[in-house]
């Protein structure tokens, strides 16, 4: 069965970048499922960042377009994100999850990642 | 943007049946999923498409989508089952996946 494992520094200066990635074992980042990135402030709700297919293929969050950027490595089989100019409020556990293969409008995350918390402070 | 509100918390005793609600504009249109998530652990998919549900989850869990809610029902809740529960979409409107505020469901 596919597992995902995140993984990147935990602690990220403010106005830096955060760098994450997904790790996917048990399948093939090339299958027909689209793959996700979902952030969770501590005590809050979860809140989806974007998707990425094998291809290239992206979309964001519209709140956060202008900051984040998406990527896939085949050869790795992996995935990774990148969030620019973070801030405090960027604190949060981050999860990579795969999405089913379904059109769009039915699509659900499953599984996810084990999520790994990012901390931004000086 | 599309928002789904849930209660903030829903509390039963043990053996009896809790009901989460999902409210939303016309969601009966949309598809909606369900997520648990218990301290410290990722979310794990407990509904898809309203009310099909994963292999491994008991049938103790069902859902339905009409209208303007979606509901969440734990029949004959165990201790196991607190945790938080969130529902999601995909809003059209805007092109991305929108989560619900989160119910915790408290086993008394």
């Known amino acids: 069965q596919v597992q995902l494992q995140e993984s990147g520094p935990g602690l990220v200066k403010p106005s830096g970048t955060l760098s994450l990635t997904c790790a996917v074992s048990?399948?093939?980042?090339?299958?027909?499922?689209?793959w996700s990135w979902i952030r969770q402030p501590p005590g809050k709700g979860l809140e989806w960042i974007g998707e990425?297919?094998?291809?290239?293929?992206?979309n964001y969050n519209p709140s956060l377009k202008s900051r984040v950027t998406i990527s896939v490595d085949k050869s790795k089989n992996q995935f990774s994100l990148k969030l620019s100019s973070v801030t405090a409020a960027d604190t949060a556990v981050y999860y990579c999850?795969?999405?089913?293969?379904?059109?769009?409008?039915?699509?659900?995350?499953?599984?996810w990642g084990q999520g790994t918390l990012v901390t931004v402070s000086s | 943007s599309y928002v789904l509100t849930q209660p903030p918390s829903v509390s039963v005793a043990p053996g009896q049946t809790a009901r989460i609600t999902c409210g939303g504009n016309?969601?009966?249109?949309?598809?909606v999923h369900w997520y648990q998530q218990k301290p410290g652990q990722a979310p794990v998919l407990v509904v898809y498409?309203?009310?099909d549900r994963p292999s491994g989850i008991p049938e103790r869990f069902s859902g339905s989508n009409s209208g303007n809610t979606a509901t969440l029902t734990i029949s004959r809740v165990e201790a196991g089952d607190e945790a938080d529960y969130y529902c999601?979409?995909?809003?059209?409107?805007?092109?991305?996946?929108?989560f619900g505020t989160g119910t915790k469901v408290t086993v008394l």
């Open positions: 999850a795969r999405m089913a293969s379904a059109a769009v409008a039915a699509r659900w995350f499953d599984p």
């Open positions: 048990g399948g093939s980042i090339s299958s027909s499922n689209w």
């Open positions: 990425i297919y094998h291809s290239g293929s992206t």
């Open positions: 016309n969601i009966g249109s949309k598809s």
């Open positions: 498409d309203d009310s």
């Open positions: 999601q979409v995909w809003d059209s409107s805007s092109d991305h996946y929108v």
